[in-house]
């Protein structure tokens, strides 16, 4: 009778738990808690492999700013030179896979990119976003009510007074950042990193037009800034980009996504800031005043994601005088990631949660070297963790695991005999 109501009890308690664990997503219920452990999406991602040195692997990243920290990224015209294999195969891989579009570049005869005849940019198999072209699950717009803040080019001088503004305003925002600016002005990203933990993200390396360059351009511009700010965030994988000039298509968006899985964002409205510090100015800050002022006292639906640069004083200042007008319309200030409410590294919640570590069993990013010793663990996986953490593996690796191993297998035994007796007494009792 007891062990009938035993078995009815460990019945009870895995049925509940084969329901909660069921219908709870991890993301939803807790975000900063089993994140640690994972990344955000498809396990199988070629990016699991690239950027392999998460956190938690017990690699010591260098301190930004120090001669081993910038060590190894490429001045302009090496973009091309000394780009790891890893990535070029990943580009290969998802070209045979037939991932990546096979339209041409384009050529800056005039203001805006062109492609050759027959290639029509707003046609589907092309979609160029400077022709205001949107590629489905590209971000334009935000959610009705947000106003998503970002700001491009930086750090650069002009940023700190920014950096302070927003701190004041206890605000934290997007930053599309320039990789050989990052290597520059690294005294300012360790502020906007350390001291208001805004999101980092991807503005490419040299900003150029990115429909001009070719699908190994294209590689280096994403990776090499992907790779500086994932040294410099303590291994964080950058989720987020924006083409400079918002110059993109489905070639360029799909090398971003299928290599690198970044999101593209563009914006839905522009005060051409940028050009305030010009000779010839495009703008003044009155224009822009009297425009922002239009978008933030107009309609909330679609959401607002407004193209601002951290560039010069005048930007800045453009910003700053619009704040007041932001908060008393009522508008949700947000980071890009924020106004979603997603994740703003592809392997952390945001600058403060934990970083989840490289994935178990991935391709080392240099090729192992050629050393005549035989393999030193004849398990595939723990080869692999031990070359993440780049240490050699230690001989006794194997036995460990396989001594883990055995112990699991004879809980699992034990349980199984628990399980088995259990079952048994039900039936005779
Ligand atoms: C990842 O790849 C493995 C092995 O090919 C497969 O079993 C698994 O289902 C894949 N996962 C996803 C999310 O596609
Ligand atoms: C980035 O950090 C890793 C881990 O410390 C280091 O091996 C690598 O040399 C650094 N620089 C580059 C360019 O990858
Ligand atoms: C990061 O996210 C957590 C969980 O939502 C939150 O408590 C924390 O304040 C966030 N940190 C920053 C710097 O936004
Ligand atoms: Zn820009």
Redesign the pocket.
């Known amino acids: 009778m007891s062990s009938r109501l035993a078995s009815a009890i460990l019945l009870a308690v895995c049925v509940a738990q084969a329901i909660v664990s069921a219908t709870v997503d991890p993301d939803q219920a807790d975000?900063?808690h089993h994140l640690s452990e994972r990344w955000y999406h498809d396990e199988n991602h070629s990016v699991h492999t690239l950027f392999r040195r998460g956190g938690n692997d017990g690699i010591i990243y260098s301190p930004i700013g120090s001669p081993d920290w910038a060590q190894g990224f490429p001045a302009d015209p090496a973009l091309m030179q000394n780009m790891p294999q890893a990535w070029l195969d990943a580009l290969h891989a998802a070209i045979a896979a037939g991932k990546i579009p096979d339209i041409p570049v384009t050529t800056m005869g005039g203001p805006s990119p062109t492609y050759p005849d027959g290639y029509d940019p707003m046609s589907p198999n092309v979609c160029s976003s400077s022709y205001q072209c949107r590629i489905p699950g590209d971000i334009w717009d935000g959610p009705p009510g947000t106003l998503s803040l970002s700001f491009d080019d930086g750090p650069l001088p002009p940023s700190p007074t920014l950096y302070r503004f927003l701190k004041e305003k206890q605000q934290?925002a997007t930053h599309f950042f320039i990789g050989s600016n990052i290597l520059q002005y690294h005294d300012y990203f360790q502020t906007v990193w350390l001291d208001n933990?805004?999101d980092i993200a991807v503005h490419t390396w040299t900003h150029p037009y990115m429909t001009t360059k070719t699908n190994e351009e294209v590689l280096a511009e994403l990776g090499w800034t992907m790779q500086l700010i994932h040294n410099s965030t303590g291994g964080r994988v950058p989720k987020y980009w924006r083409p400079p000039y918002g110059d993109s298509d489905t070639r360029v968006r799909a090398i971003a996504q299928e290599v690198f899985g970044l999101t593209t964002v563009v914006w839905n409205q522009d005060t051409n800031d940028w050009s305030l510090s010009d000779p010839v100015p495009l703008t003044s800050l009155d224009q822009i005043a009297s425009q922002m002022h239009t978008w933030l006292t107009g309609p909330k639906t679609p959401g607002l994601i407004i193209l601002e640069h951290e560039l010069s004083d005048q930007s800045v200042q453009a910003f700053m005088s619009a704040w007041d007008l932001m908060v008393s319309n009522g508008w949700k200030i947000a980071s890009v990631a924020?106004m979603g409410d997603v994740n703003a590294y592809q392997n952390a919640?945001?600058?403060?949660?934990p970083v989840a570590p490289a994935r178990i069993g991935e391709i080392s990013i240099h090729p192992p070297p050629a050393s005549p010793t035989p393999s030193l663990s004849h398990d595939s996986s723990s080869t692999h963790v031990a070359q993440s953490t780049g240490k050699p593996s230690p001989p006794h690796t194997n036995q460990k695991n396989s001594a883990t191993d055995r112990s699991a297998a004879s809980t699992m035994l034990t349980w199984l005999a628990i399980f088995v007796a259990t079952i048994t007494v039900c039936i005779l009792s």
């Open positions: 975000p900063t934290h933990q805004d924020q919640w945001n600058a403060t949660s």
